[in-house]
Structure formats: C-alpha cells, structure tokens
DNA sequence: GTCTATACGATGATAGAC
DNA sequence: GTCTATCATCGTATAGAC
C-alpha cells in the first residue's frame, strides 16, 4: 500500500543499503508518459511517479526543475516522435490525395504503435493552458517547444489540404474545420480506451483492430474531403 | 488569494454574521460542471468549488457524500441535457439519410450552446475509469446513471447506422469505427478551445463559426458514411 | 546524481455545534 | 443544511549530506 521508498521519510523500516543504479532523464520520461497518458496532469503526483520511476521524488527535481516543466518535456518528446513519423510522407512531389492517404495512415501507424501518445495528446488539446494561441504572436509568452512542433506539423497538414483545393482534388471546404475533424476523427479512437473496445468489440491496439481502422478512418477522410 | 470562507477556518478574520442563503444541489452541480470541464476531475478541489458555489466544503459534503458521486451526478445531468436534445430526431420514420442530418444538428446544437459539454464529455471518455466496459455485463460492477444514458445514446445512433446500411443508403462500414469517427468529429471541436479558434481563426462558440460548424462538420460526416 | 529530511499549503473527508 | 474545527494524507518543492 504505501510506496517503498517513501517509508524512508517518516525515519521507520529502515534496513539496509540500497541498490543505486544509474537513472538516465529518458527513464522519467518514459514512466511520466504513460501515467500522464492515463490519470492527466494533474492525477499525477511527482510521489507517485517517483515509485514507478524507481527514484526518490527529489532526484526527480533534480532531473526536471519542476513538475510543468517535466510535463512540457513529455509533451514535446511525443510530438517529436509523432513529427519523426510523419516527415517522409509529405516531403515527396506526389498528388494531394496520394499523399494525404499517406499522412492518414502514417498518423495511424504512430498512434497503433505507441499506445499513450493519443491520449496524451487528446488531454492536452483539451486542456486550456498550454494552447494561448497557436499564433506564436501577440500573447506576450514565448512558445513552448512542443507548441511550436504542434504548430509544424499542422501547418504541414494545412498546406497539403490548400495545395489539394487549389488543383481540384479536395472540396474547397473551411480548412480549419476540415483539420479539426480530421484531428477528432483520427486521435479520438486511439485515446477512447474501454469505450473504444466496447464499440469494436475488441481491444482497439490489437492487430485486427488497428488495421480496420486504418482502412475505415481512412475512407471516413478521404470521401469527406476529396472532390 | 486566500478563499473568503476558508478563513474562518484557521480562527482569524472573524467579522460578523454571514448571509445565509438557500442553496440547492442544483448551483452545486452547476459550477462543478464548468469546473469539471474546464480542469478535468483531479484538477478540481472541493475547497475550490465551495468557494465557486458559495458554501463551506462541509456543505458540499452534505449534498454528495463523496466527491466521485458529484463527478458521476454531474456527468449524468451533462448527458441527461444531450439525451433531451437528441430525442425529437430520432423517433420519426424519416429516412436514414435525414435523421442522420438531424442528428448531427442535433448534437452541434447542443455543443455549441453549452460550452462546459463538450469539455466535460471529452474528458470522461479520454479517463479511464468510469468506462469498464459499456457492455454493462461481465464485470462485477453495477453500471452508473451516466453509463446507462451514453449506452442508450449510442444504441440510437447505431440503430440509425445499421437501417441506413441495411436500406443500402449508407456504406457498408464497420459501425463501431464509424461511431467513433462521428464522435471524434463531433465532439473534439467543441472541446478543444485554443486550438480550435487558432485554427479557424475566430472563437470556437462565435455564431458564425458555430453555423459553419454545423455545415461542415455535417457535410464532413455525411461524405463519409452516405453510399 | 542520488539520497534523507523537512517545509507547508491543499487534499478529501469527518465530528459535532447550531 | 449550514457552519467551524480538525484529521491524516498528499501536493510540489527545497536543503544539505554522501
């Protein structure tokens, strides 16, 4: 019940030398991923992950000054590997709708493979804080790394929708709605946990699942925004 | 900085009688609704809404036992609101095809004019607990109101589903993966605040970008199911 | 870099007066 | 039904030894 290394601070259950075993800043991240995945910024206490990380709470601040800053690092880890994903989809010259078939089903792989990134993500578009304004400019705050690859990768997605309005291929909708479904339609499955499984009927990581998926969302995107 | 009630409680700042005034459970629910919504259920303390609600803790604690059931009460009346809003669309004997549109208004009409909603909706789906299976059978554990309430939502919309591709007007897609698309869709928009309004440009909940909303979101969802 | 120990406000919840 | 007072625990964070 009560965590191991905690015992230590009441000065009780002291026994013995302990096994100190190097901790790289990645381990952290790892860990606080998946518990800001599954409990949310605030359903994470820096007690709790310590246990899970295997550290005390304090060698925590000494890897990551404060909690935030802790949680902006997890963000922006995730983005980058959603950003490493994404990148060799959309740099060829190939036609908007091919490419877009690639970037949904790139978003797809990265979301299959890496079970907390949906849901962290869902959580923090939802959350009001770490978004003042995507615009990077008139709000007097400087943009946080992850804010800034956010930014990125949607301005990549905004232009191949403009590039496939231009030539006729995609309907000429509200590129901003059209991102925000696409966002919804995409993310929101991965990140609906026993909901997800109840509507499927199946475990929504499992193989079959993800490749059905990929398959429906896909044709769902592709008929509500091509021509 | 410090909660005006919550200085009575350390035995200083004592100045006279307070104004009693009836409170219902019903002012409770409310502000614990935005409050939800906005700092999802662990980012909401019960100091913090008694001060919001203007009553002592020991107050809320009369009216709900446990800050979990004023969670799930307040879940329940959220969804209780979408049900009524729901309910006229569904029952006609209108085609598949246009009781879809009318759901579909329906459901912006309701996100859109009750901003706390889609926030609060989001956040209970992304959470992981309240949803061990909708199925409501297997696991030992007796069903919540809110539980009950989106299980008889989503029947409806899966029923809708399931006539229109058995009268051919839809395509034969995976329901449970086209339920998901619909809510991601739906729902995410509505809940996503800052992002939402960089993207398109204008407050999420501003008439005019509420009613292209509902055009395109409706056109979106509709390319993707309709045959 | 890791630990123990500590600081202090906030947390959910309870007891009991009115 | 409302309040004051109190509780043990947890919240983030710091100080300083090794």
């Known amino acids: 019940m009560v965590p191991d290394r905690e015992r230590f601070e009441d000065g009780e259950a002291r026994e013995g030398p302990i096994l100190t075993v190097p901790h790289s800043s990645e381990k952290i991240l790892e860990s606080a991923e998946s518990l800001f995945a599954a409990s949310g910024y605030s359903g994470v206490g820096?007690?709790?992950?310590?246990?899970?990380v295997g550290l005390s709470k304090s060698s925590l601040f000494h890897h990551f000054?404060?909690?935030r800053e802790l949680y902006a690092a997890v963000l922006d880890r995730a983005l980058?590997?959603?950003?490493?994903g994404l990148v060799p989809e959309c740099e060829d010259g190939a036609d908007p709708s091919t490419r877009l078939d690639r970037w949904i089903a790139s978003i797809v792989g990265v979301l299959a493979?890496?079970?907390p990134m949906a849901r962290l993500m869902m959580r923090?578009?939802?959350d009001e804080e770490?978004?003042?304004?995507?615009?990077l400019d008139g709000s007097g705050r400087e943009p946080m790394?992850?804010?800034v690859r956010l930014a990125r990768i949607l301005d990549r997605f905004r232009a191949l929708l403009e590039a496939g309005i231009a030539d006729g291929s995609f309907r000429p909708v509200s590129i901003g709605d059209a991102i925000q479904s696409t966002i919804g339609a995409l993310v929101f499955h991965f990140a609906s946990g026993d909901l997800g499984e109840a509507l499927i009927g199946e475990p929504i990581f499992s193989r079959a699942a993800v490749s059905r998926r990929r398959r429906e969302v896909s044709e769902f995107i592709r008929r509500g925004l091509v021509a």
């Open 46 to 52: 820096m007690r709790q992950l310590a246990v899970a």
């Open 130 to 135: 770490p978004f003042p304004a995507l615009a």
């Open 113 to 115: 493979e890496d079970a």
């Open 124 to 126: 923090a578009l939802v």
């Open 145 to 147: 790394a992850f804010e």
């Open 65 to 67: 000054p404060t909690k």
């Open 80 to 84: 980058e590997r959603m950003e490493e």
